[in-house]
């Protein structure tokens, strides 16, 4: 991407760091390939350092040195930082005093596993986030015609429509022949 924007010797050594990670996080990493990263990491820090000015290093620059050793010893997927960051991130949201984010976020954490936990040991009765409420209530519009029996759910978005009377009307005239609760009443 940045290629003929910027010099040659920084795309090339930008490349270079791209194929590193791409090798680093592949799905199936084999140990040559690791030990290879780990002899190539120290003169990708050092071709960082001939471009980029001091200011510009901070610890993760120097990561770069340790993740090919983390993920010889132990995959890198389990040693990552990244999938806790994103747990993280909704207990962040949660927190409405950002002066103390820490102790508020372990404290959201703390609230929603015990809430999690209690409500997964009641009885289906009181509404949770594990129990919720019916989206219709059964009890109230019970009903037993043989028109509304079985499986009732939407099988595409429904559309509005505005019937005219004569459309009402067939509709309605096919609904009380075809019923069989109103066949007695027929006779």
């Known amino acids: 991407m940045v290629r003929g924007y910027v010099p040659d010797h920084i795309w090339v050594m930008l490349a270079e760091l791209s194929y590193f ?39 993760m620059q120097h990561l770069i040195m340790h993740l090919p050793y983390e993920a010889r010893m132990g995959g890198v997927q389990g040693h990552w930082c990244y999938p806790i960051k994103r747990c993280f991130k909704f207990h962040w949201r949660k927190c409405r005093n950002k002066a103390k984010i820490n102790a508020l976020m372990s404290e959201a954490y703390i609230t929603e596993e015990a809430s999690n936990f209690t409500t997964s040991y009641y009885n289906e009765n009181p509404p949770s986030m594990h129990n919720p409420l019916p989206r219709y209530n059964a009890n109230e519009n019970e009903c037993n015609l043989s028109l509304f029996q079985g499986q009732l759910r939407s099988l595409s978005e429904g559309t509005p429509k505005r019937l005219t009377r004569q459309e009402w009307h067939t509709i309605m005239l096919y609904v009380l022949t075809n019923l069989d609760e109103v066949h007695p009443y027929m006779q």
């Open 21 to 59: 990670f791409r090798q680093l996080c592949a799905k199936e990493v084999s140990r040559p390939v690791l030990l290879a990263l780990e002899a190539v990491a120290p003169m990708l820090v050092y071709k960082l350092e001939k471009i980029f000015s001091p200011g510009f290093f901070l610890p």
